[in-house]
């Protein structure tokens, strides 16, 4: 029996860990919080966040929401995080969960082809434990990322990442009455100046350019003329699926048919660079209130340098401000643990490839989940424990990992795969998935089929079927000459 350690209790680590104890693995989870959620643990909150997507959209596959869930709503944080922490009730994972612990270092040996962990806990102890076949970090770009801004140390106020903009935290901003700006463009910052919209609120909402989004409220529609049993096949189901097969290859014609017949908006300028688009969702009277707040409070720029009472942008103009709320994203690489081979510590800045963007080739049983999405949702973890399975009993050794990753012009971990605002959303998706149906590990028909019945079908959604890799020869894989970088 393969003996697996997952690293993460969040959505995808819990999703991985149900489908494993399935089918009979032995395996161990190490969370650094109190309980499960990930992200969706209220220490790793922000106020006003919600799931991007509908709630029938974002469940379990086995486990549907209560009867009192409307989900054709997007649910928020809270919800959530209950709601996973009922699957993990009810599935019976919180036994194989170890909480309060941090994994500091993956310690892999080419001989024996296992790993340990170098573990410690929240009152002090630290060990290692005994060795595990595979190990699964479901850790991706979830450590805070603030800019290093020119004179910040000079800025008597406070500079702090979205995640820290908690319920506790903008109640006393407000009642301070202190000078808030509010930095991005992207989901995060539509989320915080709506927060402080609804108090009424005056801040400085500063982005260098606006994001483009997908309208809510028409897929909600569908999603309830679906669930009460209106399957037909409306001009909204047409457009958005042509944009979606258009945008794969075309991803400026796909965006432009989008624009001109509304599925997608923006608060700001109706510009056309839709690498500012990302697949997020607002409603159309979350859409009204960010128009008037861009109309109000909005300023394009970008900022130079910090002075003790605010910021200068590059366009000389100064802002006061008292706190800089920076909606900048996660890091790639502050949040991965380090990883020895035979006590050889691995340089992640000389990671060029990446095999499935799952696993780095010098380190066959290590598996990243955060670097490669199935499709949106909490399902995403089993989906991609289906393909975990299959790649846990081929054996590829690391020659066959070399030959077969994706190399890359840049780092492998130094940079959002989809969420990177220098390229098109679509086809970056797209090619995460090519490898997969190229090489027979899911059929192409059965992917866009089960996007479709993912987005607009009505009733329980049975996960994508994953297959074994039939074009590799067993020879191949466990004789293949060890190729070093």
Not at 34 to 53: A, E, F
Not at 129 to 155: L, M, R, S, V, W
Not at 171 to 198: C, E, H, P, R
Not at 278 to 289: G, P, R
Request: proline share 3%; aromatic share 16%.
């Amino acid at each position: 029996m393969k003996r697996i350690a997952i690293i993460g209790a969040g959505f995808r680590g819990i999703g991985c860990l149900r489908v494993l104890l399935q089918h009979g693995y032995q395996v161990d989870v190490y969370e650094k919080n109190n309980d499960v959620g990930g992200v969706w643990h209220p220490s790793n909150n922000y106020q006003g966040l919600k799931i991007h997507t509908p709630a029938k959209l974002n469940q379990f596959f086995d486990f549907p929401y209560p009867d009192n869930i409307d989900l054709s709503e997007r649910l928020g944080s809270k919800q959530i995080f209950e709601y996973i922490k009922s699957f993990c009730i009810a599935k019976d994972l919180y036994s194989h969960i170890t909480f309060n612990t941090q994994v500091h270092k993956i310690q892999y040996n080419t001989q024996s082809k296992t790993s340990t962990l170098l573990l410690s806990t929240n009152n002090g102890r630290e060990y290692v434990t005994n060795k595990y076949d595979f190990i699964i970090n479901t850790n991706g770009f979830c450590d805070k990322h603030i800019p290093e801004f020119k004179g910040a140390e000079k800025f008597n106020g406070e500079i702090i990442h979205s995640f820290d903009a908690t319920e506790e935290e903008i109640k006393s901003i407000i009642s301070s009455n202190k000078k808030v700006t509010v930095v991005g463009a992207g989901k995060t910052s539509t989320d915080l100046v709506s927060t402080f919209s609804k108090y009424n609120y005056k801040l400085t909402w500063l982005y260098r350019k606006a994001y483009w989004f997908l309208r809510f409220s028409p897929l909600q529609n569908a999603i309830k003329n679906g669930s009460s049993g209106d399957s037909g096949f409306s001009i909204y189901k047409m457009l958005m699926l042509l944009g979606f097969l258009i945008s794969s290859h075309f991803p400026n014609l796909g965006c432009w048919l989008w624009k001109m017949t509304d599925v997608i908006d923006t608060y700001g300028e109706r510009h056309s660079d839709f690498k500012k688009f990302h697949v997020a969702l607002i409603d159309d009277s979350e859409f009204k209130t960010l128009k008037e707040s861009n109309k109000l409070y909005g300023v394009i720029g970008e900022i130079d340098r910090f002075d003790k009472n605010g910021y200068y942008l590059k366009n000389k103009r100064f802002i006061e401000s008292d706190v800089v709320i920076c909606c900048t994203g996660s890091s790639g690489t502050k949040s991965l643990v380090n990883i020895e081979i035979d006590g050889e510590k691995l340089n992640l800045n000389n990671v060029y490839k990446s095999y499935r963007a799952s696993v780095i080739p010098q380190v066959p049983n290590l598996i990243f989940t955060a670097y490669h999405h199935f499709v949106m949702g909490l399902g995403d973890g089993e989906l991609q424990a289906q393909w975990i399975m299959n790649y846990m009993e081929s054996n590829y050794n690391e020659a066959y990992l070399r030959k077969n990753a994706l190399t890359y012009d840049y780092p492998f971990f130094t940079k959002l795969i989809l969420f990177d605002a220098s390229e098109y959303y679509f086809p970056s998706f797209m090619k995460m998935q090519f490898d997969f149906i190229k090489n027979h590990e899911m059929g192409s028909m059965e992917y866009v089929k089960f996007i479709y019945n993912f987005f607009f079908k009505p009733g329980r959604l049975e996960p994508l079927k994953m297959n074994f890799s039939t074009h590799v020869q067993e020879h191949e894989i466990r004789t293949a000459p060890i190729e070093h970088a």
